[in-house]
């Protein structure tokens, strides 16, 4: 298309958890089915140079891209929503911009200057947006935080000036707020949209368009009050509405005229949207005959967004099977001998997701066993192979001690540990890792090709040879164990081309029972579930139904 890239900034106000991360991809998603290319990049006020040391239980999950990058979990939604391939370029945060800034001052590229935050951070700044603009229409750019936050200011900052670099028609802003309806007065009030607007204002951005959140859809009279008290066209005022299936946002964006506001202001001229993909989604989310209970055993059950690719690929994973999942969170750390069976017997299904840790892990090995000896479907996720490994190891070969090496140091057994050297499949080289290695550094990160064996539930799954799923993990299976384990009947269904790393293992004479090295979850898509996912949800079905 012949026009210059365009930009799309998406800020929020009010308060946080509006949901700015699934707008930005719903608006994504709208802009793909009008043919345009896009990119969505997500700027994060905070001073961490990136989420991968941050605790699940305040950040939320951390998104893994396939170069690697440990990401902020909006990216998950960019990826579920939009055909936009990521990466490291995708988000920056307050920490990796002063990082790079630091550095360039440390190398004396300022020439002896006085390094402030205006030029040389939003300099910075605008540079890491220009950074994912190749071979795309539309960037979308959603800023962390609330306005307001002192923290925000250099990124407000920056893509005020933004807009005076590169052209006032490809430059918009789009703002977040929330309307909330309020009982006693019987109406919905307008005052915190006009609050946030005026202190986005007051630093030099004027929205183009306004996202209202809230939870019935805004009459005439609102939208026109909004506008004038906001300074936006009444059509750029925009009913969010809360929805029932998250895969629903593109389609009420576009009933409120979202995509026709954003496309005319940035003067772009499209085809009309095919929706028609996101309809059939959300119908078939909605006419679901069956229903499994899934057990989630973990450590983070407190907080849904800790596991949220994972809950989404388990939906997707619903989805051809005709059958909407339920979770059922269960702490690990309150299941012991005496309560497993209890915990566990209105469940269809036992999954055991990647964690970091010793915390509960005893009771991931019960309820594992549990799995096992009942035969119910049971998807072991990086910890959760791990755990699957030890448990078959302690339980049906007999080495009482089997444990990781992460989590018992001494143990005569380690069946999973730091592997010192090894052949990496992607760069070609030899890896070194060991114990006195940074945090952080040492793991195996992002995509790496498994060779899947034939004749296996893993084969059966992806049909395919060949596949590319993505790591976070430190430690490894070790093949010192191997042979032990397979003449037990553990089988080997996935491992790296060069047959060093054991990525899936599997059970014989059990329905269904699989635990990968890596996180299938990451690569999950709505339209397209991911087979192991799919697979884990038929074998609960049918575990439920028989
Ligand atoms: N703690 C384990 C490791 O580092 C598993 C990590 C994970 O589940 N992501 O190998």
Not at 139 to 155: A, H, K, Q, R
Not at 500 to 528: A, Y
């Amino acid at each position: 298309m012949a026009f210059n890239t365009k930009f799309v900034f998406i800020t929020g106000g009010v308060l946080s958890s509006l949901g700015k991360g699934l707008a930005s991809a719903a608006i994504g998603a709208l802009l793909e089915s009008r043919g345009l290319t896009v990119t969505i990049q997500k700027l994060d006020p905070y001073i961490n140079v990136d989420p991968g040391t941050m605790n699940p239980f305040q950040h939320g999950e951390v998104f893994v891209t396939d170069d690697g990058a440990e990401t902020d979990l909006d990216l998950g939604h960019y990826e579920r929503f939009t055909n936009a391939k990521l990466g490291r370029d995708n988000n920056f945060t307050t920490g990796k911009i002063y990082d790079s800034v630091i550095s360039k001052e440390r190398r004396g590229d300022y020439l002896g200057g006085t390094v402030q935050v205006i030029p040389h951070i939003t300099d910075e700044i605008k540079n890491s947006i220009m950074l994912v603009t190749n071979n795309v229409d539309v960037v979308l750019v959603e800023i962390g935080g609330t306005t307001g936050d002192i923290e925000s200011l250099p990124f407000l900052e920056a893509i005020r000036q933004f807009k005076a670099d590169v052209g006032k028609y490809d430059v918009i802003y789009i703002h977040l707020t929330y309307v909330p309806f309020i009982k006693t007065a019987g109406e919905v009030k307008t005052k915190p949209t006009q609050h946030s607007v005026k202190e986005l204002r007051s630093i030099g951005i004027q929205p183009d368009i306004l996202l209202c959140r809230t939870d019935r859809y805004l009459t005439k009279d609102i939208k026109s009050k909004i506008a004038l008290f906001c300074n936006v066209e009444e059509e750029a005022v925009i009913t969010a509405k809360d929805v029932e299936c998250i895969y629903e946002v593109p389609l009420v964006f576009h009933k409120e005229g979202l995509d026709e506001q954003i496309l005319k202001r940035l003067q772009i001229w499209t085809r009309a949207p095919r929706l028609e993909p996101w309809k059939e989604l959300v119908e078939k989310f909605k006419e679901l005959q069956y229903s499994v209970t899934i057990a989630m055993v973990g450590k983070y059950v407190d907080l849904t967004e800790s596991y949220k690719s994972l809950n989404e690929a388990l939906y997707h994973g619903g989805i051809p099977n005709q059958c909407s999942v339920k979770l059922k969170f269960v702490d690990s750390e309150k299941i012991t001998e005496e309560n497993c069976k209890e915990i566990l017997s209105d469940i269809n299904g036992i999954l055991v997701p990647g964690g970091f840790g010793a915390r509960g892990i005893e009771g991931k090995v019960l309820a594992t066993k549990y799995a096992r000896e009942n035969k119910i479907p049971f998807f072991g996720i990086c910890l959760g192979m791990q755990v699957a490994v030890i448990e078959f190891a302690r339980n049906v070969v007999g080495m009482k001690d089997a444990h990781s090496s992460e989590f018992h140091k001494e143990t005569t057994s380690p069946v999973i540990y730091l592997m010192r050297e090894w052949f990496d499949d992607k760069t070609k080289t030899v890896q070194k890792r060991d114990v006195t290695s940074d945090k952080g550094g040492t793991m195996r990160l992002g995509a790496y090709p498994c060779r899947i064996i034939k004749e296996t539930h893993a084969y059966s799954a992806y049909d395919v040879e060949s596949v590319s799923e993505r790591h976070r993990h430190r430690y490894e299976f070790n093949n010192e164990f191997k042979q032990k384990l397979e003449e037990k009947g553990l089988i080997i269904s996935g491992i790296s081309p060069s047959g060093e790393l054991v990525e899936i293992i599997e059970l014989n004479n059990h329905p269904w029972f699989l635990g990968c090295q890596f996180h299938p979850e990451f690569k999950s898509r709505p339209m397209d579930p991911h087979p192991l996912f799919r697979d884990f949800v038929k074998a609960s079905l049918k575990n439920k139904l028989s």
